[in-house]
């Protein structure tokens, strides 16, 4: 639901050898000459580029359904130097669209896989209060009409059921708050990436940090060849 660039490469990828090593690397069949470095190349089935958590957690997708997969970070695994860090990052069904809705329980249900296969606690489901001025709530209508739809646990609150709740925040005379008991909570930002890449890795998925990759081009063949700043 949240963070950093990621590019995707659902074709053939190859990089060059440089420094990676074996078990992870399938080396390709069919060399094509190149102009700038004899190295011999490897290939995947997919290459993805930049470790964040959207990107870990591409690999690890794509790595547990048995594909060849190659992570590309510019700088170290839970870095923190894009968005994929921190003690944690919102989720929430807060959308009006179904498709968003749905997805985003799927998202939550693949991040529990994630969870019990790392061992370790990724989420914290704490609920959330959405506050707004009582004449912005039409605004909102499109979101609750989901949340009745998809049966997503909520209540519109007053000023004075929020104070009663929750007196640490002082409400406006003309504010209200929205209540979302289930579905919503805190990402730990850092951790989940870092446990995204140790589940690529345990799937097969060979992750790389330090390496800045500076050109993404397709081959004759229908493939891609990333290169990256250090000569691979």
Known sequence: FFFGPMFLMPHACRVAAGTLKPPFLRHHRHHHPRAASSAPTHQYDCIVVGGGVMGASAAWALARRSQSVALLE??????????????????????????????????????????????????????????????????????????????VNFEVLTRAECQRQFPQFNLKPDEIGILQRHECGVVFATPATVALWRLAESNGAACRGNVRVVHINPTVDGGVEVSAENGE
């Open 74 to 151: 510019q700088y170290t695994c839970g870095h923190a130097h894009g968005s994929s860090h921190g003690d944690g990052r919102i989720y929430r069904t807060l959308y009006g669209e179904a498709d968003y809705v749905a997805l985003m329980r799927r998202a939550l249900m693949l991040w529990r896989e994630a969870e019990q296969e790392a061992g370790e606690t990724l989420l914290h489901e704490c609920g959330a209060l959405t506050t707004c001025r009582h004449d912005q709530l039409d605004r909102l209508q499109p979101v609750l009409d989901q949340w009745t739809t998809n049966a």
